[in-house]
Nanobody, 122 residues
């Protein structure tokens, strides 16, 4: 029900925009988020956005990444600028109809996309 796309290979300093298209239900009132998992590391929070509210970011992404959503298209985006080699990971989108305040915790999310690979070369 969540389809992530937009990953690829980019040089350090470059940009990518990831998309996560939802289907099967209306996600306009859901909390939408992005997580990532680098090789050999645990999955970590990247950014989240509540319906009709602000966005939240992991400290290392603030100022470089921007999460946005287009409810008409049932899609959430992650614009990534000034990419660094350490941003290399599989990026996952996630969604949940409830907001319990723990937007940074992956266990709060019911629906997950399949992941899209982002590789940043130095």
């Amino acid at each position: 029900q969540l389809q992530a796309s937009g990953g690829g290979l980019v040089q350090a300093g470059g940009s990518l925009r990831l998309s996560c298209a939802a289907s099967g239900r209306i996600f306009s009132n859901y909390v939408m988020a992005w997580f990532r998992q680098a090789p050999g590391k645990e999955r970590e929070f990247v950014a989240a956005m509540r319906a009709g509210a602000g966005a939240y970011y992991a400290d290392s992404m603030k100022g470089r990444f921007t999460i946005s959503r287009d409810n008409a298209k049932n899609t959430v985006y992650l614009q990534m600028n000034s990419l660094k080699p350490e941003d290399t990971a599989v990026y996952y989108c996630a969604a949940d109809p409830n907001y319990n305040g723990y937007y940074y915790s992956q266990i709060e999310y019911t629906y997950w996309g399949q992941g899209t690979q982002v590789t940043v070369s130095s």
